[in-house]
């Protein structure tokens, strides 16, 4: 089956600094990437939308300058978050689509700020 | 128009019990029907999906069921395990292939 592989699971970072969390479809084509930012007990919120090659479509609500998303390649999308603060610290969820029509989820990345 | 509204909350069933989750939508243009589960510090796992041209679809313990003209589907767990306690997430998709989730439905399974 489709799978996506997301990368650091866990990470502690400083206020200030910048936090780059990779999503990568493994054996597939990944056209679409999701990020979801997901509170404890709480449900996915839709961050942004990546198609391959373009600009991310970010939800309302969402600073794209603070979250940067890069979707260079069909197997490989990118969110920094820039200046992290505590409040910045979540759990992360990646998801890719290809041709098929079906999501996968990547294993999430768990954002201390401290 | 693009809520997904999910019941209950929270579940708790004995083991071997039916375990079932409502969710209902209100987009018609909604055309994928997904059913994830999710373990603590974990990503969501897809457990089983519909489209809204049939009306039920098994798989395993796993029985989806769905009912177009009123706007609701459905997860009914069989022979609910100690195992399947998890939170369990409704979801639904339309044509540019943004997901939309329900609020969640924490099930813990007594042994």
């Known amino acids: 089956g489709a799978v996506v592989s997301q990368h650091p699971s866990r990470v502690i970072c400083k206020s200030g600094t910048s936090v780059k969390i990779e999503c990568r479809s493994l054996d597939f084509q990944a056209t679409t990437m999701f990020w979801y930012r997901q509170f404890p007990k709480k449900s996915l919120m839709l961050m942004a939308t990546s198609n391959e090659g373009s600009k991310a479509t970010y939800e309302q609500g969402v600073e794209k300058d603070k979250f940067l998303i890069n979707h260079a390649s069909l197997t490989l999308s990118t969110l920094t978050v820039t200046s992290a603060h505590p409040e910045d610290s979540s759990f992360y969820i990646c998801?890719?689509?290809?041709?098929?029509?079906?999501?996968?989820f990547g294993s999430g990345t768990r954002l201390t700020v401290v | 128009q693009q809520q997904v509204k999910q019941s209950p909350q929270s579940l708790i069933v004995q083991k071997g019990g039916i375990s079932i989750i409502n969710c209902a939508y209100e987009?018609?243009?909604?055309?994928?029907f997904p059913w994830y589960q999710q373990f603590p510090g974990k990503g969501p796992a897809l457990l089983i999906a519909?489209?809204?041209?049939?009306s039920e679809k098994k798989e395993g313990r796993f029985t989806i069921s769905f009912n177009k003209s009123a706007k609701q589907f459905s997860l009914h767990i069989m022979d609910s395990q100690p195992g399947d306690s998890a939170t369990y997430f409704c979801a639904a998709g339309g044509s540019n292939y943004k997901l939309t989730f329900g609020k969640g439905t924490l099930l813990t399974v007594n042994p």
């Open positions: 987009n018609t243009a909604f055309d994928y």
């Open positions: 519909i489209r809204p041209d049939v």
């Open positions: 998801s890719a689509t290809g041709t098929s029509y079906g999501y996968t």
